[in-house]
């Protein structure tokens, strides 16, 4: 009798867990806009969109100046962009969570596999899929669309543990390394995976650790070590043919550190900020979590490296004393080393983000699980039936809470405003959230509260990276305002800092840790002398512009104008129309509209020095001035 409960507690089990999902969420998640890197990576950039860019799209690197390879997770976008025709938050967001859905269930069938030997294997998969499942860290890759390389890689390493405990011999080997290769295409975290993988199979062996490491070279091992190696070989050579530079390092962090123990430190906080949120992680969520070495004290340098120290000793003990649950936690640890800044990470000046524990998390929650039923194992039947009650309310209020906290956060990432007034919130001094807030109100066309918010932070020090971005944001503050003098000049005198005295003195180059603040720059120039009406300057600057990059939608638009207002009709439209298949169906409805004010008030004031534009804008009576818009 109560092995048939088990059994259906276990059918009606996960079926209950994806409703408390899908009930945490929604319908928050349908409301979402692309917020933060979206923009760059799927709104302004036509790569993903267009059916004879997407083989460059999906492996170049995901921002300008990085060396981040995700081929597998942009084919997913660019798949969902082309089934729509556009580009839809609210697709993008759904994906995520049916992602996270499709992990929640690769977790509970580890969990089943792994605690087949197991007296009550219910107390296992229930605890480790419940706390990963609604764990508030996970917002963060479910909210925000450009989190799907985090889910994803999860998604391929879930898999290949799957692989791993389910199966033997060559189907084991084929599966696990095929899956390790998938997860290595979305995100170079998964490079540990092999260690934890070997970990699990040590914690279940009686083997010591020397000869469990003996074994991977035996005929028994081979096909398994072997086909894992040659996956990661496979993945190397695809990387370093598409991106040669491998290693991708913040520069600016790097300086900071004083000496090796300064940076080891830092690295010992690293871990510190990523256990803090697996087990609270209701205090202090948000997007951003900085952490600047300058403002290390000596008590901070001793406590990060005390931090190493006990992740030393961790090591020693698991594999000295071979217990399963400290093992378990060691593989949560090692799944972290990628994002720990051992290699200074180019993060916004933060310790970590959430997301990352998106896969690191799946380790903690079988380590939790092993923990929790390790107890069950201790006592008589009343300190049982006490274990028992503390358990179950554990999982009662985890789930409650968790589910409450899920469901105030979500919102918050609706939009960049919502999200940047969360943040600056939390962090009321933080540059980078002033900045990114100015930005997202400019975009609104808020520009008072832009101009508010960039006026407060005046007297802030910028570091060198933001520096340029606050300038530009002031730029391009003052051009959409109306005062294009103002702000072009801010622009010129920055390039005579720079020794450039002319805009078609400098060349972006494409590959260059510069080129996206210069392309920011030169589009925010463009706009200026469009705005006082120098084409032949603004021609110029968008020439530029679409020589380092012939599909920016915006250059080839302010190219456009540039060629109108030097009476140019043919040119223009040559460039207005291309510039019309580059940018997403909300933006060909923006472009249109702005031409036909642009053109209105070019003919109203310029007839004369545009004779054939303005007699062709006539003819074409296709666009109604009436809905125009600056």
Same mark, same amino acid.
């Given at each position: 009798?109560?092995?048939?409960?088990?059994?259906?507690?276990?059918?009606?089990?996960?079926?209950?867990?994806?409703?408390?999902?899908?009930?945490?969420?929604?319908?928050?998640?349908?409301?979402?806009?692309?917020?933060?890197?979206?923009?760059?990576?799927?709104?302004?950039?036509?790569?993903?969109?267009?059916?004879?860019?997407?083989?460059?799209?999906?492996?170049?690197?995901?921002?300008?100046?990085?060396?981040?390879?995700?081929?597998?997770?942009?084919?997913?976008?660019?798949?969902?962009?082309?089934?729509?025709?556009?580009?839809?938050?609210?697709?993008?967001?759904?994906?995520?969570?049916?992602?996270?859905?499709?992990?929640?269930?690769?977790?509970?069938?580890?969990?089943?596999?792994?605690? #087949?030997?197991?007296?009550?294997?219910?107390? $296992?998969?229930?605890?480790?899929?419940? $706390?990963?499942?609604?764990?508030?860290?996970?917002?963060?890759?479910?909210?925000?669309?450009?989190?799907?390389?985090?889910?994803?890689?999860?998604?391929?390493?879930?898999?290949?543990?799957?692989?791993?405990?389910?199966?033997?011999?060559?189907?084991?080997?084929?599966?696990?390394?095929?899956?390790?290769?998938?997860?290595?295409?979305?995100?170079?975290?998964?490079?540990?995976?092999? $260690?934890?993988?070997?970990?699990?199979?040590?914690?279940?062996?009686?083997?010591?650790?020397?000869?469990?490491?003996?074994?991977?070279?035996?005929?028994?091992?081979?096909?398994?070590?072997?086909?894992?190696?040659?996956?990661?070989?496979?993945?190397?050579?695809?990387?370093?043919?598409?991106?040669?530079? $491998?290693?991708?390092?913040?520069?600016?962090?790097?300086?900071?550190?004083?000496?090796?123990?300064?940076?080891?430190? *830092?690295?010992?906080?690293?871990?510190?900020?990523?256990?803090?949120?697996?087990?609270?992680?209701?205090?202090?969520?948000?997007?951003?979590?900085?952490?600047?070495?300058?403002?290390?004290?000596?008590?901070?340098?001793?406590?990060?490296?005390?931090?190493?120290?006990?992740?030393?000793?961790?090591?020693?003990?698991?594999?000295?004393?071979?217990?399963?649950?400290?093992?378990?936690?060691?593989?949560?640890?090692?799944?972290?080393?990628?994002?720990?800044?051992?290699?200074?990470?180019?993060?916004?000046?933060?310790?970590?983000?959430?997301?990352?524990?998106?896969?690191?998390?799946?380790?903690?929650?079988?380590?939790?699980?092993?923990?929790?039923?390790?107890?069950?194992?201790?006592?008589?039947? #009343?300190? #049982?039936?006490?274990?028992?009650?503390?358990?179950?309310?554990?999982?009662?209020?985890?789930?409650?809470?968790?589910?409450?906290?899920?469901?105030?956060?979500?919102?918050?990432?609706?939009?960049?405003?919502?999200?940047?007034?969360?943040?600056?919130?939390?962090?009321?001094?933080?540059?980078?959230?002033?900045?990114?807030?100015?930005?997202?109100?400019?975009?609104?066309?808020? *520009?008072?509260?832009?101009?508010?918010?960039?006026?407060?932070?005046?007297?802030?020090?910028?570091?060198?990276?933001?520096?340029?971005?606050?300038?530009?944001?002031?730029?391009?503050?003052?051009?959409?305002?109306?005062?294009?003098?103002?702000?072009? #000049?801010?622009?010129?005198?920055?390039?005579?800092?720079?020794?450039?005295?002319?805009?078609?003195?400098?060349?972006?180059?494409?590959?260059?840790?510069?080129?996206?603040?210069?392309?920011?720059?030169?589009?925010?120039?463009?706009?200026?002398?469009?705005?006082?009406?120098?084409?032949?300057?603004?021609?110029?600057?968008?020439?530029?512009?679409?020589?380092?990059?012939?599909?920016?939608?915006?250059?080839?638009?302010?190219?456009?104008?540039?060629?109108?207002?030097?009476?140019?009709?043919?040119?223009?439209?040559?460039?207005?129309?291309?510039?019309?298949?580059?940018?997403?169906?909300?933006?060909?409805?923006?472009?249109?509209?702005?031409?036909?004010?642009?053109?209105?008030?070019?003919?109203?004031?310029?007839?004369?020095?545009?004779?054939?534009?303005?007699?062709?804008?006539?003819?074409?009576?296709?666009?109604?001035?009436?809905?125009?818009?600056?």
């Amino acid at each position: 009798m109560q092995t048939n409960l088990r059994k259906k507690i276990l059918v009606a089990y996960p079926i209950l867990l994806c409703t408390l999902l899908i009930y945490a969420y929604y319908p928050s998640i349908t409301k979402l806009d692309y917020v933060w890197d979206d923009l760059q990576l799927f709104i302004f950039n036509p790569y993903l969109r267009d059916p004879e860019l997407i083989w460059q799209g999906i492996f170049r690197p995901i921002l300008e100046g990085t060396t981040y390879f995700r081929p597998l997770p942009l084919l997913t976008f660019c798949i969902e962009f082309l089934t729509q025709n556009n580009a839809n938050p609210t697709v993008s967001h759904l994906v995520n969570l049916l992602i996270h859905l499709a992990n929640t269930a690769l977790l509970c069938a580890i969990l089943f596999v792994y605690s #087949k030997k197991s007296n009550n294997k219910l107390i $296992i998969i229930i605890t480790g899929s419940i $706390i990963y499942s609604l764990h508030p860290a996970l917002v963060e890759p479910v909210a925000w669309a450009a989190g799907r390389f985090d889910l994803l890689v999860t998604t391929f390493s879930l898999a290949a543990v799957y692989s791993f405990l389910r199966y033997t011999g060559w189907t084991q080997a084929f599966l696990t390394s095929l899956f390790f290769f998938f997860a290595l295409l979305c995100k170079e975290m998964a490079i540990t995976l092999p $260690i934890a993988i070997f970990l699990l199979k040590f914690s279940q062996d009686r083997d010591s650790f020397y000869y469990s490491v003996k074994k991977i070279f035996k005929p028994d091992g081979i096909p398994l070590w072997g086909s894992l190696t040659i996956s990661l070989a496979a993945y190397m050579a695809i990387r370093m043919h598409y991106m040669p530079e $491998i290693l991708h390092t913040d520069e600016n962090l790097a300086r900071k550190f004083y000496d090796i123990p300064h940076h080891i430190s *830092y690295v010992g906080w690293a871990f510190i900020f990523y256990f803090k949120m697996v087990f609270w992680p209701f205090s202090s969520l948000n997007p951003q979590h900085p952490l600047d070495p300058l403002d290390m004290t000596k008590l901070d340098v001793i406590l990060g490296c005390l931090a190493c120290v006990g992740l030393i000793l961790l090591t020693t003990i698991s594999l000295r004393f071979k217990a399963r649950s400290l093992i378990l936690l060691l593989c949560f640890a090692i799944s972290l080393l990628p994002v720990s800044h051992i290699v200074p990470l180019t993060i916004g000046g933060n310790i970590g983000h959430e997301r990352f524990l998106a896969y690191p998390l799946v380790w903690f929650s079988i380590f939790l699980a092993q923990l929790i039923y390790s107890t069950f194992l201790w006592g008589n039947k #009343k300190s #049982k039936k006490v274990t028992a009650f503390t358990f179950a309310a554990f999982i009662f209020c985890w789930t409650t809470y968790s589910s409450a906290v899920i469901k105030i956060t979500t919102p918050l990432w609706q939009s960049d405003l919502s999200l940047w007034s969360w943040v600056l919130k939390i962090n009321p001094e933080l540059p980078y959230a002033a900045l990114n807030y100015s930005i997202a109100a400019i975009r609104e066309g808020d *520009y008072e509260s832009a101009e508010n918010m960039l006026a407060k932070n005046e007297s802030i020090q910028y570091s060198p990276k933001d520096a340029i971005f606050v300038l530009l944001t002031k730029a391009d503050l003052q051009i959409r305002k109306g005062n294009a003098e103002i702000g072009t #000049k801010l622009l010129e005198e920055y390039l005579l800092q720079q020794g450039i005295k002319s805009a078609s003195d400098y060349s972006i180059d494409e590959k260059s840790k510069d080129s996206s603040k210069m392309k920011g720059l030169y589009a925010i120039l463009a706009r200026g002398y469009i705005y006082q009406e120098e084409f032949s300057k603004a021609e110029m600057v968008s020439d530029m512009l679409i020589l380092s990059d012939p599909h920016n939608a915006s250059s080839l638009l302010f190219s456009s104008y540039a060629k109108y207002g030097m009476d140019k009709w043919s040119e223009g439209e040559h460039l207005y129309k291309e510039s019309t298949r580059y940018f997403v169906p909300a933006g060909v409805e923006e472009a249109a509209k702005s031409r036909s004010i642009f053109l209105s008030t070019l003919c109203k004031n310029h007839e004369n020095s545009t004779p054939r534009v303005c007699s062709q804008f006539r003819v074409d009576n296709s666009i109604n001035p009436k809905n125009a818009y600056r």
